[in-house]
T-cell receptor, first 115, second 111 residues
Framework: DTGVSQDPRHKITKRGQNVTFRCDPI?????LYWYRQTLGQGPEFLTY????????KSRLLSDRFSAERPKGSFSTLEIQRTEQGDSAMYLC?????????????FGPGTRLTVL | SQKIEQNSEALNIQEGKTATLTCNYT??????LQWYRQDPGRGPVFLLL?????KEKRKERLKVTFDTTLKQSLFHITASQPADSATYLC??????????FGPGTRLSVLP
């Protein structure tokens, strides 16, 4: 257990539905990252926050994806009008003191299946 | 565009041997390189970080080298054990920027 939690762990939805995932980082960490990972691939960067500010967003990220971190603690990732191509593992990671910003602590992921 | 390659999709070795995994990159100048371990259905777990001005780093049975001229990192697991079987990911980073991951190498250590 890294101290980063994600909810839900699994989500099955029908195409066209909206889904929302939650990530609770390690409490001292002020940076939070979202990644998407498909089978046989490494995690693909989606976006990251420093405190409540969203500092970077992947150019590959569709407008259907939005993320928030309203109080600089937990974060949510919403996917609107899901498509079958959105099926993947969605990973959250956090960094910060005391270990610094170069070591990411990952959550267990949310596996999304779009039917 | 940035590209990261890891030597092979899968690597099988015999228990007790040294496993060597490679990570090659192009169109990138990372300040540091990381290695992670990922077990099926779980998030990656950080193992080691090596900075651009470091040639080698060790941690117990793990050794990482970093050659910025060749744009390559080697990751070694000595005296490998079946419990070392997992997917190993390399990731490149620069200060203040996001991380870029390779596709991973699935290592199987056979008893």
């Amino acid at each position: 257990d890294t101290g980063v939690s994600q909810d839900p762990r699994h989500k099955i939805t029908k195409r066209g539905q909206n889904v929302t995932f939650r990530c609770d980082p390690i409490s001292e960490h002020n940076r939070l990252y979202w990644y998407r990972q498909t089978l046989g691939q490494g995690p693909e960067f989606l976006t990251y926050f420093q405190n409540e500010a969203q500092l970077e967003k992947s150019r590959l990220l569709s407008d259907r994806f939005s993320a928030e971190r309203p109080k600089g603690s937990f974060s949510t990732l919403e996917i609107q009008r899901t498509e079958q191509g959105d099926s993947a593992m969605y990973l959250c990671a956090s960094t910060g003191e005391p270990r610094g910003y170069n070591e990411q602590f990952f959550g267990p992921g949310t596996r999304l299946t779009v039917l | 565009s940035q590209k990261i390659e890891q030597n092979s999709e899968a690597l099988n070795i015999q228990e007790g041997k040294t496993a060597t995994l490679t990570c090659n990159y192009t169109n990138y100048s990372p300040a540091y390189l990381q290695w992670y371990r990922q077990d099926p259905g779980r998030g990656p777990v950080f193992l080691l970080l090596i900075r651009e001005n470091e040639k080698e780093k060790r941690k117990e049975r793990l050794k990482v080298t970093f050659d910025t001229t060749l744009k390559q990192s080697l990751f070694h697991i000595t005296a490998s054990q079946p419990a070392d079987s997992a997917t190993y990911l390399c990731a490149l980073g620069n200060y203040g920027q996001n991380f870029v991951f390779g596709p991973g190498t699935r290592l199987s250590v056979l008893p």
